[in-house]
């Protein structure tokens, strides 16, 4: 059917399905480590810079074609004694012209946990990570900019991608994956503090407030030279900037790269929209000089395949539904943010890297100039890494503004004849969420 309202998801296939599986769904589990935090949770942003001005008719109808095959994405939190439920939103989500980024939860968004702004040539895609991580929210970010771009810009464009031709859901899509199907471990999950820790956060350079680096490399030039290293983007950007940090703090602890890591498989919700991320432990060698670099890359491509058996996965979610489990015991929400309170300031050792992968838009990527993804409130540094329209993008996310590892990452990369542009450095906020408000 034709969706020409907000209203019009509902009666629509898809959203007569999410509806009728609403009352049957679990209560959010994958999530809970972001709706008990001391002052709520902040927006996960993606920001696309488009080549033209945004239309934002064509933008509005984009995202009512969009919800239509995502229909879960309208839903908005019920709180029940503490625990969090998804429940049905029958108020409209609306694109809005503004470079203010909302609230996520409460009345500003009608109460709901995505939002879609844009401003002159820039789209804002914000999500709340209690509902979905970054492979959750991709497909409705992709399928998004294709409608925008099918519409905008004529005759269209034939793509051959699956992912974007389907339009029908599945109920998999819907799924709780922290519900194990086996007694789940008592073993909850470890944060390791035993590495090198990055000196900025122990002074008072570390201000707890967020600055953002925008670098743009060039994919053919970095791919090419990764491809000669028998390297994977992610591996070479864990290893170059590990390799960084060594040069910057000679040490004897190890420098450990925490890579986002997808743990669906280890679930039998492997097509949950679900938040379900875990992470692999790359370890820099103490010795570096010692190790040929080839030799790393294939230490950690080894440490990546092993991370990434069905076992080691089915520990990863047992560890964190035996968490969910202890929860459980706890009655009302405030002693439940107790029990979750060491997530407020939890720093992982040394550095965290996220690759959301390749947008895979066809031809529609020449209308894209890059893609950012960013969050504020994190301690430490965090890479996160996208790529669109031939362009490799790094947003460093930092807790203190000194860019000496940024500046010494852009030698490594002039040092292999890469390609890049660097933009000023952004001080920025994302908002925190609106739960408590409402």
Not at 23 to 30: A, D, V
Not at 56 to 81: C, G, H, N, W
Not at 222 to 246: D, N
Request: proline residues 4%.
């Amino acid at each position: 059917m034709e969706i020409e309202t907000y209203k019009d998801i509902f009666k629509s296939k898809n959203g007569r399905i999410y509806l009728e599986q609403l009352p049957h769904l679990e209560k959010i589990r994958s999530g809970q480590s972001f709706l008990y935090r001391k002052n709520g949770n902040e927006s996960m942003i993606m920001e696309l810079s488009m080549h033209d001005l945004v239309d934002a008719d064509l933008l509005e109808k984009a995202l009512l074609r969009s919800l239509s095959r995502y229909p879960y994405l309208t839903s908005k939190f019920i709180q029940v004694d503490g625990d969090f439920y998804l429940s049905a939103n029958f108020l409209p989500m609306k694109v809005v012209e503004t470079l203010r980024l909302r609230p996520l939860g409460g009345l500003e968004t009608n109460y709901h946990l995505v939002d879609i702004t844009f401003y002159e040539k820039k789209i804002y895609v914000a999500y709340h990570h209690a509902l979905c991580d970054g492979r959750g929210i991709m497909p409705f970010v992709r399928k998004l900019i294709y409608y925008y771009c099918l519409k905008k810009y004529q005759p269209p464009i034939d793509i051959d991608d699956l992912s974007l031709a389907s339009e029908n859901m599945s109920i998999g899509e819907l799924q709780e994956p922290f519900v194990s199907e086996e007694k789940a471990t008592d073993t909850l999950p470890v944060f390791k503090h035993d590495a090198f820790r990055l000196p900025e956060l122990t002074t008072d350079k570390h201000l707890y407030k967020s600055t953002r680096y925008e670098l743009n490399i060039d994919q053919d030039s970095f791919v090419g030279w990764a491809r000669s290293k028998h390297a994977t983007p992610s591996i070479t950007v864990a290893l170059l900037m590990s390799k960084v940090i060594e040069n910057v703090h000679p040490n004897e602890k190890e420098i450990i790269c925490n890579l986002a890591r997808d743990d669906r498989a280890g679930s039998s919700c492997q097509n949950t929209f679900r938040n379900c991320v875990g992470s692999i432990e790359l370890a820099y060698s103490r010795h570096p000089d010692e190790i040929p670099f080839l030799d790393q890359v294939e230490n950690y491509r080894n440490t990546i395949r092993q991370s990434k058996q069905k076992r080691q996965l089915r520990d990863s979610i047992s560890r964190m539904t035996a968490l969910s489990d202890q929860l459980d015991k706890r009655k009302g929400f405030l002693d439940k943010q107790k029990m979750l309170s060491f997530y407020d300031d939890l720093i992982l050792d040394t550095f965290v890297l996220s690759y959301i992968g390749q947008f895979k838009l066809g031809a529609y990527e020449s209308f894209i100039d890059d893609i950012h993804s960013y969050i504020s409130g994190s301690k430490g540094l965090t890479i996160q890494m996208s790529a669109v329209n031939e362009t490799l993008s790094l947003d460093f996310i930092q807790s203190f503004a000194d860019k000496i590892y940024l500046e010494s990452f852009i030698e490594e990369l002039k040092q292999r004849n890469i390609g890049f542009f660097v933009k000023d450095p952004i001080e920025f906020e994302t908002p925190y969420d609106a739960l408590k408000q409402s």
